[in-house]
């Protein structure tokens, strides 16, 4: 089955620096891309998505990229404040479209932004 | 629109007891997922739901079990309660393509 792996496993930063957090992924026919923000006992919150026909796609302060050749995709933050600081996990939609509901998570990065 | 909602949020059960978890979509979702979320494993998916069929299932055993009911709320239970079964049990609902939104979560101890 599809795994993911995600790097790294803390990120510290100082406010107003950028963040970058990065997965790759085994199953070469997931096709769909999604970042969740969970902060200290809050749900996982989807923040942005890729699909696979798209190389990069951004929203404000956050961006994701997207190689599917090498099978890796990135969350990008820039301008980093306080607020950014939380879990942050990546997934993937393993078999494409047969899979809908089923989403294979890394393991997880806390990112610190230190004011 | 409001939101994902589980009942209920906290619970704690003995080993060897079974639970039931509820999972409101949102409105309009006719998709469920389930997931178990430990600090060891992280986020596991255990099953998916849509239009009132099974259509997903992770790698659990026979224990975890869930439906789906005409209104796309969804129950899942957890059979012969093991201390390892403690976890906070997220669903997301969706619209019926991939995008996923999470509830709030139930957290489950088992004792």
């Known amino acids: 089955g599809e795994n993911v792996e995600q790097h790294p496993s803390t990120l510290s930063v100082q406010e107003g620096d950028s963040a970058v957090i990065k997965c790759t992924y085994s199953?070469?026919?997931?096709?769909?891309f999604p970042w969740y923000k969970q902060e200290l006992g809050k749900r996982p919150q989807l923040i942005i998505d890729?699909?696979?026909?798209?190389g990069e796609k951004k929203d404000q302060r956050i961006a994701v990229t997207l190689n599917k050749t090498a099978k890796h995709f990135s969350l990008h933050i820039t301008e980093t404040q306080p607020e950014d600081s939380a879990v942050y996990f990546c997934a993937a939609n393993p078999a494409g479209g047969t899979s809908y509901g089923k989403l294979t998570f890394g393991q997880g990065t806390i990112l610190t932004v230190h004011p | 629109k409001a939101g994902v909602t589980q009942t209920p949020r906290y619970l704690i059960k003995t080993r060897g007891q079974q639970v039931t978890l509820s999972c409101s979509p949102i409105s309009g979702h006719r998709s469920v997922s389930w997931y178990q979320q430990t600090p060891g494993q992280g986020l596991q998916f255990l099953f998916e739901y849509f239009s009132e069929t099974q259509r997903n299932k992770g790698n659990f055993p026979g224990r975890f079990s869930g439906r789906q009911f005409s209104n796309s709320r969804s129950e899942m239970n957890v059979s012969t309660l093991e201390l390892g079964d403690s976890a906070l049990y997220l669903c997301?609902?969706?619209?019926?393509?991939?995008?996923?939104?999470f509830g709030p979560g139930t957290r489950l101890t088992v004792t």
């Open positions: 890729i699909r696979s026909n798209v």
């Open positions: 199953d070469s026919a997931s096709n769909y």
């Open positions: 997301a609902s969706s619209l019926g393509s991939v995008e996923q939104y």
